[in-house]
């Protein structure tokens, strides 16, 4: 739980009480590689803080193509936010890549923290914009790239985790073919 802690007051402050009652609403949890955290079409009912491991938001095109908008690593919140807040079904899935460790509340305590901790939301509201954020500066500067290009700023925006999942979802979130890849890695190298 320290991981958590240590995410969260990089965000704001909060007293030991706060701390305690953050704690005793938190699950953690194991999600095998290939299960997902939560599924398109159903309604996102979890917030989780990934301990260990690393997520991938996925959708499928028009062509049922699979797509990878973007990674989730180590310390970070994973949630389905706009099926959370509205509880709508999902339009994507969000799968674990890697066997995954990770502290989840429910949208149930979750809103109770909200109502409960006086500046909760406001770290809350600093987290996701930082999220938001950091997923718009990944992906903008590839969509315009030429496929090496897309790859070597991969390289740079997730350096621990090119090692650590399967080249086709890489492909998939660069938007290339899996030889592709191949091509462009044996290239570079």
């Not at 704690?23 to 979890?46: C, H, L, M, Q, V």
């Not at 770290?123 to 950091?134: D, F, N, T």
Request: contains cysteine.
């Amino acid at each position: 739980m320290k991981e958590l802690f240590d995410f969260i007051l990089r965000f704001g402050n909060l007293n030991q009480q706060q701390i305690d009652f953050i704690w005793s609403k938190a699950t953690e949890i194991e999600i095998p590689k290939d299960s997902y955290f939560s599924e398109a079409g159903k309604i996102a009912r979890r917030v989780g803080f990934i301990k260990e491991g690393i997520i991938r938001v996925v959708y499928y095109d028009k062509d049922g193509e699979e797509v990878t908008k973007y990674f989730i690593e180590e310390h970070n919140l994973v949630v389905d936010l706009e099926s959370f807040d509205n509880e709508i079904p999902s339009s994507s899935y969000v799968q674990a890549i890697t066997d995954c460790k990770v502290i989840v509340f429910s949208r149930k305590d979750w809103l109770e923290l909200l109502q409960t901790i006086v500046g909760w939301e406001t770290i809350v509201g600093k987290i996701i914009s930082r999220a938001l954020l950091m997923k718009v500066e990944r992906r903008s500067p590839l969509v315009s790239e030429d496929a090496t290009t897309r790859y070597l700023k991969f390289l740079e925006i997730y350096p621990t985790v090119v090692n650590r999942i399967p080249l086709s979802y890489i492909a998939s979130y660069l938007g290339v073919t899996q030889s592709s890849l191949s091509r462009i890695r044996k290239n570079i190298k």
